[in-house]
T-cell receptor, first 115, second 112 residues
Framework: GAVVSQHPSRVICKSGTSVKIECRSL??????MFWYRQFPKQSLMLMAT?????????EQGVEKDKFLINHASLTLSTLTVTSAHPEDSSFYIC???????????FGEGSRLTVL | QQQVKQSPQSLIVQKGGISIINCAYE??????FPWYQQFPGKGPALLIA?????SEKKEGRFTISFNKSAKQFSLHIMDSQPGDSATYFC???????????FGTGTRLQVFP
C-alpha cells in the first residue's frame, strides 16, 4: 500500500511555543489529507480536512487559529499547534488518499508533549 | 447520528479462539465500513472493509459480517493469535467524503 510519513514522531516543547508537524504522501499525490487527534486509550477524533491549494475545513469545536493547517502541495500537509499548552499534549495522526473514494492510508503519528 | 458505537471496550481471548467485535451506526448515508488495527504508538492500519451491498467479507482469518437492516456490523478474528493483540477500531464513511467516523475502539488481548 501507499506510504504516509509523519515528522517528527515525537516532540516535546515548552508551553507557549508553536510546533509544526509534517505529513507527507511518499509515493502518491493526495489532494485531500485528514488530521486526527487521539488521547490515550481513546478513539481518533477528526480535527480537520486539508485540501491542496485551499483552506482547511475544521470540525466543530476545533480552534482553527490554534491548529493551523497548510496543504501547500499534493504531497505535503502541515499542522502547526500555536501557543501550545499542556492540554494540547496528544497523539496527532494524519491520513491521505490517492483518490476519492479510496483507501485511506495513515501516518505513524506524532506524539506531542507540552511541558 | 454521526456516531459509531463499538463494543466491547476490551476483550480477552485465548490463543486459537474467536474474537468478535461489534459496531452499530445510525446514519443510513454511510456506505463504507472499514476496520482498523492499531498497535501502541503507531497509526491505524486498514484490516478489512465492506460495503452495504454484501453481507459478509472474508480475508484470511478476518471476517466482517454486515446487517444493513439492523445497521450493525462486526469483525470476527478466527484462530486468534498473540500477535493480534492490539486496539481495533471500526469506522464508517460516505464515499464522497472519505471522512472517517471512528468507533470507540476495542482493546484485544490474546493470551497463549
Amino acid at each position: 500500500g501507499a506510504v504516509v510519513s509523519q515528522h517528527p514522531s515525537r516532540v516535546i516543547c515548552k508551553s507557549g511555543t508553536s510546533v509544526k508537524i509534517e505529513c507527507r504522501s511518499l509515493d502518491f499525490q493526495a489532494t485531500t489529507m485528514f488530521w486526527y487527534r487521539q488521547f490515550p486509550k481513546q478513539s481518533l477524533m477528526l480535527m480537520a480536512t486539508s485540501n491542496e491549494g485551499s483552506k482547511a475545513t475544521y470540525e466543530q469545536g476545533v480552534e482553527k487559529d490554534k491548529f493551523l493547517i497548510n496543504h501547500a502541495s499534493l504531497t505535503l500537509s502541515t499542522l502547526t499547534v500555536t501557543s501550545a499548552h499542556p492540554e494540547d499534549s496528544s497523539f496527532y495522526i494524519c491520513s491521505a488518499s490517492d483518490r476519492v473514494p479510496g483507501e485511506l492510508f495513515f501516518g505513524e503519528g506524532s506524539r506531542l508533549t507540552v511541558l | 447520528q454521526q456516531q459509531v458505537k463499538q463494543s466491547p471496550q476490551s476483550l480477552i481471548v485465548q490463543k486459537g479462539g474467536i474474537s468478535i467485535i461489534n459496531c452499530a451506526y445510525e446514519n443510513t448515508a454511510f456506505d463504507y465500513f472499514p476496520w482498523y488495527q492499531q498497535f501502541p504508538g503507531k497509526g491505524p492500519a486498514l484490516l478489512i472493509a465492506i460495503r452495504p451491498d454484501v453481507s459478509e467479507k472474508k480475508e484470511g482469518r478476518f471476517t466482517i459480517s454486515f446487517n444493513k437492516s439492523a445497521k450493525q456490523f462486526s469483525l470476527h478474528i478466527m484462530d486468534s493469535q498473540p500477535g493480534d493483540s492490539a486496539t481495533y477500531f471500526c469506522a464508517a464513511t460516505t464515499d464522497n467524503t472519505d471522512k472517517l467516523i471512528f468507533g470507540t475502539g476495542t482493546r484485544l488481548q490474546v493470551f497463549p
